[in-house]
């Protein structure tokens, strides 16, 4: 997964457009349309997958590959940020 630094507005934009899959402390994961569905890595099943957004580290982040909701809930945030 990579992320991209992202503004503090395209942050409120992506939470404002689509109602969140999931809303955490952390972050959210934005709905998709139409739905799209793979393997889930944590749980082993298709589920439904969305973009996430995360603040972390005093940034707003964008992830490059949509994730399910159990994985955003169990994303490590120390590996949230720019790539090595």
Known sequence: MQWKEITAERYMDALETARPMLWLPYGFLRGRKPIVYRDCR???LIQPVGTPFVTSKGKHWEGSESMTVAEF???DLDTVGPSN
């Open 42 to 44: 944590i749980v082993k």
């Open 73 to 75: 809930a169990l994303l």
